[in-house]
């Protein structure tokens, strides 16, 4: 393994390692990039992970409907998902939030985390779903790699029939981009689940995965 590629994993592994942003030749992110999974064997052995798994995805679906789990360097990590519970055919949307970032805590003991859930609407979570496939679908590698250590990594996954659980990742996309506007939609996801009078919110997200679902149905 060559310097370079030692210095990326490190980077991958240690997100707040530093304070100073590093990016290197960023380019427009059209795309979500493959996902080897956040608990493979050489990233299980890392014991940020573990903990992230243990607060976070406690009690989830090991096969979601839409799931994004986010990663900031400094701010708190949270994860969105879409659950379906199979024998009501009712779909939910659960926000799972840290109140302190996991990665910085010493021990990683003691820390809160906030768990909303509320019920949405069926062609919602399919609309989700279709999207994250959709989009987890075209992963690419970078022809030029970006890395840096101060940003946000979400991690998309996505279950259907015949198909499994897939998954992509993309680190703080550039705005305009298609995965930025996946991103926008994530936001929204949250904030679903923390307002009370959600349908605005709702249709906004409706009609953000129609217009996103139009730009990623046509490769770049």
Known sequence: MNWVVQLILFVSLAPAAFAQQVII???ADDHLEPEAGYFADFNFKHDYYPHIRNYLLKNLSQNPVARVLVLPTFAPEYVISVE???????YFLVCAEAQENIYQKPGKEGI??????IQIAKDLALQLNKLFMTAIGQVSYRRNQAWGVDGTTFHFTAYAVGEGVRSGYTWSPQRG????????????????????????????VATRCENLMKRISVTP
Do not use: G, I
């Open 25 to 27: 030749n960023a380019p």
């Open 177 to 204: 981009s298609r995965m930025h506007d996946l991103v926008q939609v994530v936001q929204l996801l949250q904030k679903m689940t923390s307002t009370k009078d959600n349908s605005p919110v709702a249709q906004e």
């Open 84 to 90: 379906k519970d199979k024998r009501w055919d009712n």
């Open 112 to 117: 809160q985390v906030t768990v909303r859930r």
